[in-house]
T-cell receptor, first 114, second 114 residues
Framework: DVKVTQSSRYLVKRTGEKVFLECVQD?????MFWYRQDPGLGLRLIYF???????EKGDIPEGYSVSREKKERFSLILESASTNQTSMYLC?????????????FGQGTRLTVV | AQSVTQLGSHVSVSEGALVLLRCNYS??????LFWYVQYPNQGLQLLLK??????LVKGINGFEAEFKKSETSFHLTKPSAHMSDAAEYFC????????????FGQGTELSVKP
């Protein structure tokens, strides 16, 4: 089974802190993604990466950055956390294959910024 | 730009009743469509996907979806709801040719009454 593991299920951070959300996948997938989930808005793409050291902005990249130094690991960074970044964050991976290839998701990290 | 609309943010059915969750898409090219399910405090799990091989797609847990190009729809159905089906359901469309980069609908929360 494909496994996508997010390092924390729940996090509480203070406004202004630098926050790291870590994601590791064990299926040698080329593609990795970070989504943010908010009620009534579904999932929105923050950043994605199709290769090591490569990154592309998604639909809502403001206030975030990412790092992909190794193929299996994709980190989301909140440079200075703000209360409007309180949300559920979901990491996903997929192989470079066909357009109908699905994404495999981690369990999610529920981040609260106080 | 592609988009996905799920009609109804909350749907409530009785146990044993038909489940119908609606999804409409807009796409200028043949779409690649997915339904995911999210149980409380979990990540997303693939229910089924449209691969263009057949318009009626069967998925896990007794769910199926029918692709109707003329109606630009991909509604999810299950003949008889179980209590365990209570969850949030997301319809998504593939956003590029590499796989895994998805545009999601707003989500529909399904409640099942005993």
């Amino acid at each position: 089974d494909v496994k996508v593991t997010q390092s924390s299920r729940y996090l509480v951070k203070r406004t202004g802190e630098k926050v790291f959300l870590e994601c590791v996948q064990d299926m040698d997938h080329e593609n990795m993604f970070w989504y943010r989930q908010d009620p009534g808005l579904g999932l929105r793409l923050i950043y994605f990466s199709y290769d090591v050291k490569m990154k592309e902005k998604g639909d809502i990249p403001e206030g975030y950055s990412v790092s992909r130094e190794k193929k299996e690991r994709f980190s989301l960074i909140l440079e200075s956390a703000s209360t409007n970044q309180t949300s559920m964050y979901l990491c996903a991976s997929s192989p470079i294959d066909r357009p109908n290839t699905e994404a495999f998701f981690g369990q999610g990290t529920r981040l609260t910024v106080v | 730009a592609q988009s996905v609309t799920q009609l109804g943010s909350h749907v409530s059915v009785s146990e044993g009743a038909l489940v119908l969750l609606r999804c409409n898409y807009s796409s200028s090219v043949p779409p690649y469509l997915f339904w995911y399910v999210q149980y409380p405090n979990q990540g997303l799990q693939l229910l089924l996907k449209y691969t263009s091989a057949a318009t009626l797609v069967k998925g896990i847990n007794g769910f199926e979806a029918e692709f109707k190009k003329s109606e630009t729809s991909f509604h999810l159905t299950k003949p008889s709801a179980h209590m365990s089906d209570a969850a949030e359901y997301f319809c998504a469309v593939s956003d590029d040719n590499q796989g895994g980069k998805l545009i999601f609908g707003q989500g529909t929360e399904l409640s099942v009454k005993p």
